[in-house]
């Protein structure tokens, strides 16, 4: 009959059902935040969970080395993004972005960054990683 619950069995115990795994989050612990980088150009989204420093660039395989946040396979290299060309981290209450001294620099909706500085990112601003741009969304801000 539809809309019934499907029974499956008289085999079934009420010892064999799962029992949910406790996390930090279920004690009471902040969340973190939950952030999209979405790619203007390609119409997607890289959704990340942000608990310190993350660098968003290009792997090096052949040096070991593997961003957090790796824009490679998305024509990144050809677009000017460097290999740690951007630091996103938190700073207090605030999601922060700071210029890596990437090869061709970082703009924050327009403006050109100077390197190593922190500067406040907001739900919704375009970041442009040489010439790739990404929109920030910020999906689980523990602060709301």
Known sequence: MPGETRKLG???KPTDTAIPEIKAIDLGMPRPWRIALRLVQLQMQMIFDLEGTMIVGRAYPEKGFYPDIDLGAFNA????????HLLISLDGDRVVIADNHSANGTRLNGEWLKPSEPYPVRNGDEITLGLMKLQIEFLTNPYN
Request: aromatic share 0%; charged share 35%.
């Open 10 to 12: 008289p085999d079934l």
């Open 77 to 84: 290299g050809e677009q000017g993004v460097s290999r740690e």
